[in-house]
C-alpha cells in the first residue's frame, strides 16, 4: 500500500532517468508524489489542466497505481495475458484492409499498411513501449530492462499481407507480443534485459525489414516494385524509414540477446492433431532446380510408338520418381515439381523438349542433398532407356535455419506451465525470425491455423488458440530474461 496522497506537482520531468519502467517523456506532466517517495506520471495537455476530466484523471491514475502494486507481486509463471482485449485488437486490425470477400489486402507500403502502424503506435504507448520508425520502415517500440547493459529481448513478426491475404499471418505474433508487453508493464513486473517489440515491415515481398538487420538487402533490390504500387525504396520511405541509410539496421552477433516470434503455423498438423502449440525446431531450407529433358518434336500421326523421343513421357515419369523417392524415406521432407513448361506445346506433335521445376525441402540440407542425387541418378536412367536425354540446373538455395535448444525446451515447459500440449515441428514456410540466425539464438511458437488455410481469407487461429500462443510468448520471454546474460 503506497500510503497516503500528499502533493500534484505540474512540472516538466525526464522520468525515463528516475524509474526505467517509464519510456515515455512528454513535456507536460503532471507528477502525483505520494508518501513513501513513489511517483505517477499522468500525462495532461497543459490548458486543460484546472479542467474537471484533468483532476479525474489524476484519481483514476492514482488507483490504477494502487492496483499495479497489488499485482506486482504475482510470481512471473502466474502471469496471463489479457486474451478478450488481445482478441479485441485482432479484430480491430482486420479494419486496415478488409477486402470484399472478407479477407486483408493490407499489402506492405500501402496506406492500410502505414494507418495500421500508427494504430499499433499508440497501442505500444498504452503498453509502456517507446515506438518508432527505423531507417528500413520497421516499427520498433521499446521498454528499458532494469539491468545495464544487457542486449534486448526482442519479439516480433509482421502486418502486410498478401492481396486478398487473411488476418492471422504475422498480425497474431505482433499483437501478442504488444499484449505480452502490457500485460508485464500493468504488472509492474520489471525485466532485466530491455524487451523489443518489432513489427517487420515487407515480409511478405521478400523480408526486407528483417533482412536488413542481415545487411543483406541489395540496393538494387530497392528499386524493384513491391506487391502494392510503389518501388521497395520508395515504400520505405513512404513508411519513414530511409532507404539510403539501410546499412545503418545491420546487427551483429550479441546486439539481440535472445529472438522469439510467434506465428501461424499455416499448415494443418496443429489442428488436425488437436494440439495447441508447435515448438518450431527449425525452418526448412529449399533447394530449386530446372529439369530440362530433351527429345526430339516429330508428326504425331507418322511416328509409330517405338520410335518416339518423347519428352514430356519421360517428365511425366520423372515427376512419378519424385514422388516415390521422397516418400520412401520417414521423415518431414517434401518435394514439388510446380511448374512444367512443354515445347512446342501442339497438340498434333510429339514433345521434343520439357523443362520443369523441381523443389525439396528438409531441415538438414544433406538430406535434400541426398534425395537429390537419387532423384537425378533415377531420372537419368529413365531418360537414356527412352533416348532422350536430361540435364539439371540448381537456381535457388535458401539453407535451413535451426532453432535454438534452450529456447525450444522454454516453449515446451512455458506451454507444459499453461497445461497445454505441444508438438516439435519444423517450419515448412519461410519466416522473419529466419534473418536472426547469425544475430541470436532464435526460437519459434506455433499457433493451429484452421485446416491448414493460409494467404487466403479462410485463414483461421480461434482466440483461444490466439490466447493460448499469448500467454506461452510470456512465459517464454519471462524465462528467457532469466537465462540469457
Ligand atoms: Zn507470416
Do not use: C
Amino acid at each position: 500500500m503506497p500510503g497516503l496522497f500528499t502533493a500534484i506537482y505540474p512540472v516538466s520531468i525526464d522520468l525515463q532517468a528516475m524509474n526505467p519502467r517509464y519510456s515515455i517523456a512528454h513535456d507536460h506532466e503532471l507528477l502525483v508524489l505520494l508518501a513513501g517517495a513513489r511517483i505517477w506520471k499522468v500525462t495532461i495537455v497543459k490548458d486543460r489542466f484546472a479542467s474537471i476530466n484533468s483532476w479525474l484523471m489524476v484519481f483514476a491514475m492514482v488507483f490504477a497505481s494502487w492496483n499495479a502494486d497489488a499485482v506486482a507481486d504475482t510470481p512471473g509463471n502466474e502471469l496471463r495475458v489479457d486474451g478478450t482485449r488481445l482478441n479485441a485488437t485482432m479484430e480491430h486490425m482486420k479494419t486496415f484492409g478488409m477486402s470484399d470477400t472478407g479477407g486483408s489486402t493490407r499489402v506492405a507500403y500501402s496506406d492500410e499498411n502505414r494507418v495500421a502502424l500508427s494504430y499499433l503506435s499508440a497501442l505500444m504507448l498504452q503498453s509502456g513501449l517507446m515506438p518508432r520508425i527505423d531507417v528500413a520502415g520497421n516499427l520498433v517500440a521499446r521498454r528499458k530492462g532494469t539491468v545495464a547493459g544487457l542486449a534486448p529481448i526482442v519479439s516480433g513478426s509482421h502486418i502486410d499481407t498478401v492481396p486478398n491475404g487473411g488476418h492471422y499471418d504475422g498480425i497474431v505474433g505482433v499483437m501478442a507480443a504488444i499484449e505480452v508487453a502490457r500485460t508485464l508493464f500493468e504488472a509492474g513486473h520489471d525485466l532485466d534485459h530491455p524487451l523489443e517489440i518489432v513489427v517487420w515491415s515487407n515480409e511478405e515481398g521478400g523480408k526486407t525489414g528483417s533482412r536488413s538487420y542481415m545487411g543483406s538487402v541489395a540496393e538494387r533490390e530497392l528499386g524493384l516494385l513491391s506487391l502494392g504500387d510503389k518501388t521497395i525504396g520508395d515504400g520505405i520511405s513512404f513508411l519513414g524509414g530511409y532507404p539510403d541509410r539501410l546499412a545503418e539496421n545491420a546487427r551483429n552477433r550479441g546486439d539481440i540477446s535472445a529472438y522469439i516470434e510467434l506465428h501461424i503455423e499455416q499448415g494443418a498438423i496443429l489442428d488436425r492433431e488437436g494440439i495447441s502449440i508447435g515448438v518450431v525446431e527449425g525452418i526448412v531450407g529449399i533447394k530449386r532446380w530446372n529439369i530440362t529433358v530433351d527429345g526430339f518434336a516429330n508428326h504425331a500421326g507418322t511416328t509409330p510408338m517405338d520410335q518416339r523421343q518423347d519428352a514430356l513421357y519421360v517428365a511425366a515419369l520423372i515427376v512419378a520418381e519424385v514422388r516415390r523417392i521422397i516418400t520412401a524415406e520417414s521423415g518431414k521432407q517434401v518435394a514439388t515439381v510446380g511448374r512444367l513448361q512443354v515445347h512446342p506445346d501442339v497438340p498434333n506433335v510429339i514433345p521434343g523438349q520439357v523443362v520443369f521445376s523441381l523443389e525439396i525441402r528438409d531441415l538438414d540440407m544433406d538430406k535434400v542433398d541426398q534425395l537429390f542425387s537419387r532423384i537425378r541418378d533415377s531420372a537419368t536412367a529413365l531418360a537414356e532407356t527412352n533416348d532422350t536425354t536430361v540435364g539439371f540446373d540448381q537456381y535457388y538455395e535458401s539453407p535451413a535455419v535451426i532453432t535454438d535448444e534452450r529456447i525450444k525446451k522454454i516453449v515446451n515447459e512455458a506451454a507444459d506451465i499453461l497445461g497445454l500440449l505441444s508438438l516439435h515441428m519444423p517450419s515448412g514456410a519461410g519466416h522473419d525470425a529466419q534473418s536472426m540466425k547469425h544475430i541470436a539464438p532464435l526460437g519459434m511458437i506455433f499457433v493451429p491455423s484452421k485446416k491448414g488455410i493460409s494467404h487466403a481469407p479462410g485463414e483461421f487461429t480461434s482466440e483461444q488458440q490466439i490466447t493460448d500462443g499469448a500467454n506461452v510468448l510470456l512465459q517464454t520471454i519471462i524465462a528467457l530474461d532469466a537465462l540469457f546474460d
